[in-house]
């Protein structure tokens, strides 16, 4: 007469310890997913909210990361562009000399001034890039052209500055200039100059002195602009490695917090997982036993 009860409580007490298996499993496999010991704020809730807020700070770094590869990129263009500008406004310094020398017939300047053309042409299609994001490299925050070329050889250009980029909290940077910060003096600009060393060559007259000299300027504003842009792009590396050092140190942060290991815990879900299967072995046979089996 005590069979009956006998095996109930067997059955009970085989079905809680599954269920707990069970539990202790999907637990196991949780935590793997997610990589974390602690799932719910009941857990430890001082330990979720570090955790909370260095997952914040994850994902803000990946976010300041993206921008820096960006601001990087167009940096390093906007360097390379003024690089190619100051070496054609050299050429172009160079031509003029050679223009001064009292040797050459009015067919040899003409061949210097149509040298000189060609090298602002280039100047101007430089001037006139766009950067990896679609925008004008040398423009303001608009899509228009930077630089644009008036009827009598001066220049117009877009207004306002290129969109600063947030690099780190608290801090941006302006990856390229206004075009007319380099191309331009107080008084005139680069168009102005070259259009008056072209007429002046093509005249077979002499190149006019504060031509010459708005040129110099330029070169000295194109080689400060490119100093300039240098700086910023190094203050872009100091930020990038601060938040690849900030990141590894919340990594560890984390293992001190939380204290999930991989290899313990699928070791542990291993072990969870034979037990369980054991246990529901064991139940399936001696669940299908008869009472005459019991009774053997």
Do not use: C, H
């Not at 496999?29 to 799932?39: A, R, V």
């Not at 570090?50 to 601001?71: E, F, G, P, W």
């Not at 100093?227 to 590894?248: E, L, M």
């Amino acid at each position: 007469m005590t069979i009956a009860p006998s095996t109930n409580l067997f059955y009970d007490r085989t079905a809680t310890s599954m269920r707990s298996l069970t539990g202790q499993a999907d637990r196991l496999n949780q935590q793997i997913t997610s990589e974390t010991n602690i799932l719910a704020p009941s857990d430890n809730s001082v330990a979720w909210q570090r955790l909370q807020n260095l997952s914040l700070a994850d994902s803000n770094d990946s976010a300041y990361t993206a921008n820096i590869s960006v601001a990087k990129s167009v940096l390093q263009q906007a360097d390379t562009s003024l690089g190619q500008i100051g070496d054609q406004l050299q050429q172009i310094s160079t031509l003029v000399v050679q223009a001064g020398n009292g040797t050459l017939d009015a067919g040899g300047k003409a061949a210097i001034a149509t040298q000189i053309q060609d090298l602002y042409t280039s100047i101007l299609a430089t001037a006139n890039a766009t950067d990896m994001r679609g925008g004008p490299l040398f423009g303001g925050s608009g899509s228009g052209k930077a630089v644009t070329q008036n009827t009598d050889g001066t220049l117009s250009f877009t207004a306002g500055e290129a969109a600063s980029i947030p690099i780190g909290d608290g801090q941006s940077v302006q990856p390229s200039n206004n075009a007319a910060s380099f191309l331009t003096t107080g008084t005139s600009d680069i168009g102005a100059s070259i259009a008056a060393i072209v007429a002046a060559l093509n005249g077979g007259g002499t190149i006019p002195a504060d031509a010459k000299d708005t040129l110099q300027q330029i070169s000295d504003k194109v080689t400060a602009t490119q100093a300039s842009i240098g700086a910023r792009a190094a203050r872009v590396d100091i930020v990038s490695g601060q938040i690849s050092s900030a990141q590894i140190d919340r990594s560890q942060a984390r293992t001190d917090v939380d204290g999930f290991d991989y290899s313990t815990a699928i070791t542990e879900l291993q072990k969870t997982m034979t037990v369980l299967q054991a246990t529901q072995a064991s139940f399936t046979k001696l669940s299908s036993m008869s009472l005459f089996d019991y009774l053997k």
